[in-house]
Nanobody, 126 residues
């Protein structure tokens, strides 16, 4: 079973950038579809982005299209989320997730993914 550990969350000013990373271990990383979700206080877990096992296909939530980029390095067992032009509404705990198959370029739900990390806090100030 794959284990996922996120890092890179911090306090950042609106308009700034930051890069989240997720390190995977204990499974065949290169076969997994990887995703990022976020959960703001008092809200449910929200899809952010996903990437296929090869990196050739990606999917994004409308709210982050053009600002966030998901990528992966199968040699290093890592997936990253580059966040540019961040907004206060991006404030949330960001979770890395893994699933066995690529489900297409669509908005994923929390129960579409089988494995989860503990999350990293991103806070965007005005």
């Amino acid at each position: 079973q794959v284990q996922l550990v996120e890092s890179g969350g911090r306090l950042v000013q609106a308009g700034g950038s930051l890069r989240l990373s997720c390190a995977a271990s204990g499974g065949t990383f290169s076969t997994y579809t990887m995703g990022w979700f976020r959960q703001a206080p008092g809200k449910g877990r929200e899809f952010v982005a996903a990437i296929s096992w090869s990196g050739g296909s990606t999917a994004y939530a409308d709210s982050v299209k053009g600002r966030f980029t998901i990528s992966r390095d199968n040699a290093k067992n890592t997936v990253t989320l580059q966040m540019n032009n961040v907004k206060p509404e991006d404030t949330a705990v960001y979770h890395c997730a893994a699933r066995v198959t690529w489900g297409g370029n669509r908005r994923y739900e929390e129960n579409d993914f089988e494995h989860w990390g503990q999350g990293t806090q991103v806070t965007v100030s005005y």
